[in-house]
Each structure stands twice: as C-alpha cells, then as structure tokens.
C-alpha cells in the first residue's frame, strides 16, 4: 500500500508540474483540493483508523500520562514511555495520517495550504516580512502525525539557547538550555551527521538526524560565498549557530 500510495504521489507531481502556470491562484486552489482529497483517501487506509476515538475503544478511560501533538518530539514520548510495563499512554493529534507527498521533501511547500498545515501566520512588526502580504509571514504548523515535520521539508533545528534560557528566567526551571541538552542528545542519532559539535550532539537515539545527501552545485556557490564574506561553517545544532551550512 505504500507503495501504491508514493506511485500517486509521484503521478499528482508529475501531473502539476505540467500545468501552465497562467494563474497562481486558480492552481493554487486546484493544487490543494487535489492533496486533500488525497488526505481522505489515505485516511480511509490508516492503521490509526481504529485509534481514532476517545476514549479509545480497547484501552480504559484513566490514562498515566496524556500527550498532545503526534510531533517527533511527541512521539518519540510517547513510545519511550510506552515501553514500561502497565503505564497507559494516551497520544492525542488534530490531524490525520500524512499522505506519500509528506514524504517527498521536494513537493512540501504544495501542504503548506492544505489540512496538513494549522495555517497560522506571524503578527506583523516594523522592520520584518516587508515583502510579504500584509507584512506578516506564515507560521507553519502540522497538523497530522509527524506534526511539522510533515511540512518542514525534514529540516532539523533545536533552536537557539537563549529562547530556553529566557523560559527559565520567565520562571521554570529546568527548562534552560542546559538542563535540556542532555534530552536533546538522547534523542537524536546524528551518526551520518558530518560536521557537529560531539559534545551538544547524541548517538543511537530513535530520532534519525544526517546531512542532506543531494546538494546542487548552486548549493556550494552559496556556502563559499558565505565563507568568503567570514561566515564559518558550523554545526548550527551545536555550540555556535551564527554561520553557515548545509541543512540538517
């Protein structure tokens, strides 16, 4: 059925890259109709159908521990919690199981106005998204299992430490970023990750982290330009996130 499902995919892509671009809107709208028609189809054929209730049918009503969002963060909760005997995990998603496109990076700016994304955007502010529609970005959420990272072109980016350092001085502890980098380690396995800062990086965690493996000649223009102009080339994961790289 899967691959059933990444041969529609590829058809719906091979289909919408043929189709003369004469009006941006009218494709637009055409183009998403298309992929959430395919939502509901691949819906009707989840494995989470029968999941999909609460309180669900074949587990109790008391749950040990209630976790929102099916993100990767969320999920790899989920699963580590569920692998102690007796304890009852509960793991609520507002959206439903991704089509193939979600897994084909190329095509994931077409989910961005589809039921696959929440469709928030950014308040607007002086000197930021001048160019952009009322001066406001879009703010990308996933809705569905994997959360966003259905919709992030795969891309991983912990963030930067001064964002968890000021939720501490907000008052709550535990949440700076050093007392969170031991849980970031844990989580990841960034074996096939090139350059990285081995003591802010992890190994053997259910997270899979590498480099890109298809860069375009394009790619490495942009990254010696960058170097040349004094940029180094870091590990944005790591202890210095000023720089510049490939994508994680």
């Not at 159908?49 to 993100?71: L, N, Q, R, W, Y």
């Not at 589809?114 to 990308?140: I, M, V």
Request: glycine share 12%; aromatic share 10%.
């Amino acid at each position: 059925m899967f691959l059933l499902r990444a041969l529609i995919a590829a058809a719906i892509t091979t289909i919408l890259y043929h189709i003369p671009v004469r009006d941006l809107r009218q494709l637009l709208k055409f183009t998403t109709g298309i992929i959430d028609g395919a939502a509901v189809i691949s819906n009707l054929d989840s494995t989470y159908e029968s999941h999909d209730k609460f309180p669900p049918k074949k587990t109790p009503e008391h749950f040990d521990f209630v976790i929102v969002g099916a993100s990767p963060s969320g999920s790899v909760l989920a699963n580590r919690l569920s692998e102690i005997n007796g304890w009852k995990i509960l793991l609520l998603e507002a959206g439903g199981d991704p089509t193939g496109l979600a897994e084909v990076p190329l095509v994931v700016a077409t989910l961005y106005p589809t039921t696959y994304n929440w469709g928030t955007h950014a308040e607007p502010q002086p000197g930021f998204c001048s160019g952009c529609l009322d001066k406001g970005a879009r703010y990308g959420h996933g809705k569905g299992l994997g959360g966003g990272s259905i919709i992030n072109f795969m891309i991983f980016v912990r963030g930067n430490e001064g964002d968890y350092n000021k939720w501490e001085e907000m008052g709550n502890p535990g949440w700076g970023y050093r007392d969170l980098l031991p849980y970031f380690r844990k989580l990841e396995d960034a074996s096939n990750v090139t350059l990285k800062d081995s003591e802010y990086r992890g190994r053997g965690g259910p997270l899979g982290v590498s480099d890109v493996p298809f860069r375009t000649k394009l790619t490495d223009v942009y990254i010696n330009a960058a170097q040349q102009a004094g940029f180094s080339y870091v590990d944005y994961n790591g202890k210095q996130q000023i720089g510049v790289r490939t994508l994680l």
